[in-house]
């Protein structure tokens, strides 16, 4: 098993409404590939930051495999969600993968 974990800041152009409004779509567009990608188990996104932490978004998910983790990297479902809900507004990605 593999855990995949994105930490996401977002873009300091938008106010906290559009950042509130950026951060519902893209828990919603992620946590909806649930069960749509082969080899992933879990997906779940938090947004509900204390004020004391640095980063915006996070993204923990759960794979099969290294090789599972790599096909969702590039599985059209994905990237359609990451182009349209993520890439666009945020600024900073930070990524950590590790067996379980």
Do not use: N
């Not at 951060?23 to 919603?28: D, L, R, V, Y």
């Not at 004391?52 to 983790?69: G, I, K, P, R």
């Not at 059209?76 to 809900?85: L, R």
């Amino acid at each position: 098993m593999v855990k995949h974990i994105i930490l996401w800041k977002l873009k300091e152009e938008f106010s906290e409404e559009e950042k509130k409004q950026i951060k519902a779509g893209i828990k919603e567009g992620l946590e909806g590939l649930a069960g749509q990608i082969p080899g992933m188990t879990e997906i779940k996104v938090r947004i509900d930051c204390l004020p004391s932490s640095t980063v915006d978004v996070m993204l923990d998910s759960t794979f099969e495999s290294a090789e599972a983790l790599k096909a969702y990297s590039t599985h059209p479902k994905h990237v359609a969600v990451a182009d349209s809900k993520v890439r666009p507004y945020t600024a900073v990605r930070s990524c950590m993968d590790y067996e379980i």
